[in-house]
């Protein structure tokens, strides 16, 4: 029998879809959704199965219950919770009841583009592989709740600065997660072999493009390099990131680099010539095609539209 292809989710909106869940509140397109989940209307009690999903999540749970797995770990989801989630995870969840659960999801280019250029400098949680859920009081869950509150305020409004706004409001967020969570943070596999090589070639991969993004690095690394940073043989470096994450070292690295190059063609001054040399194409125009084959659009055209 032909073994089924593992599907991964890039975006909420494609993940609710196969699972046959109302999408009316999520912008296809955006990046970003917020929203209550009991808004959606879906029936009770509802579990999806566990697929990989390849965006950032962030749950607030107010009034509601249910539980979350992620990978080969299930929490309880009761009143006063909230906890997040990183790209390239098997995710799956239950809910029974809902009557206040507000649920954030966003893609890394947002965050580069939109929230904070050196986004995981700032806030290196968010390349922790597995970040277990907390339970807050109510004091500390109405400080989030006010903010999340604002954030989809200016979701659903109209302002012309409405995507500055949210991303504005996000990184108060993120402050706030950082302040009341990451101090006492102790990874849930931080003996498990594998998950270590993981989070540390996350962490070498977000180092060395924010080493380009600043010019201090003049050439994109191949796999070898970030398999000799661990000792490891290529194959192996990649079987073990494959598995963890279902992605291939090859797809971090061109999903990084058209992060980059967005960052990059939006944030700076560099020409497109400086841009494709600083990213690793010896030519402008190879740079300009191997970017348009990812984003259905040129480096000129995305760069006009977005500055």
């Keep these: 029998m032909k073994e089924e292809k593992e599907l991964i989710f890039n975006a909420l909106h494609d993940l609710y879809r196969h699972l046959g869940v109302p999408t009316h509140l999520i912008d296809a397109e955006a990046g970003f959704t917020i929203f209550n989940v009991k808004d959606l209307s879906m029936p009770l009690p509802f579990t999806s199965p566990a697929k990989r999903l390849n965006y950032f999540a962030f749950v607030f749970v107010k009034n509601g219950r249910g539980k979350y797995t992620i990978d080969e770990q299930t929490f309880e989801t009761t009143p006063g919770t909230i906890y997040f989630t990183n790209p390239g995870h098997f995710r799956s969840f239950e809910w029974i009841e809902i009557e206040e659960v507000f649920l954030i999801t966003l893609s890394e280019s947002f965050l580069k583009e939109n929230v904070h250029t050196d986004i995981f400098g700032e806030f290196p949680f968010l390349l922790s592989e597995i970040y277990p859920v907390k339970k807050v009081n109510e004091e500390t869950f109405e400080e989030f709740r006010r903010l999340y509150l604002q954030i989809h305020k200016e979701y659903i409004g109209q302002s012309p600065y409405r995507k500055r706004l949210i991303a504005s409001l996000f990184v108060v967020l993120l402050l706030k997660i950082k302040e009341y969570f990451w101090q006492d943070y102790n990874p849930l596999y931080e003996g498990n072999r ?55 070292v090859g797809t971090w690295v061109t999903e990084k680099t058209i992060a980059e190059a967005r960052s990059l063609l939006q944030h700076s001054t560099l020409s497109i010539k400086e841009i494709a040399y600083r990213l690793g194409f010896a030519e402008s125009a190879h740079f300009s095609n191997y970017f348009k084959k990812y984003t259905d659009t040129s480096p000129a055209a995305y760069r006009k539209v977005n500055t």
């Design 194 to 248: 594998s998950s270590q090589i993981v989070k540390k070639f996350k962490q070498m991969l977000e180092n060395h493009y924010r080493d380009i993004n600043s010019g201090k690095a003049e050439k994109v690394f191949r796999i070898q390099e970030y398999a000799d940073a661990q000792q490891l043989h290529p194959n192996y470096l990649n079987n073990v990131i494959k598995t963890k994450t279902g992605k291939s």
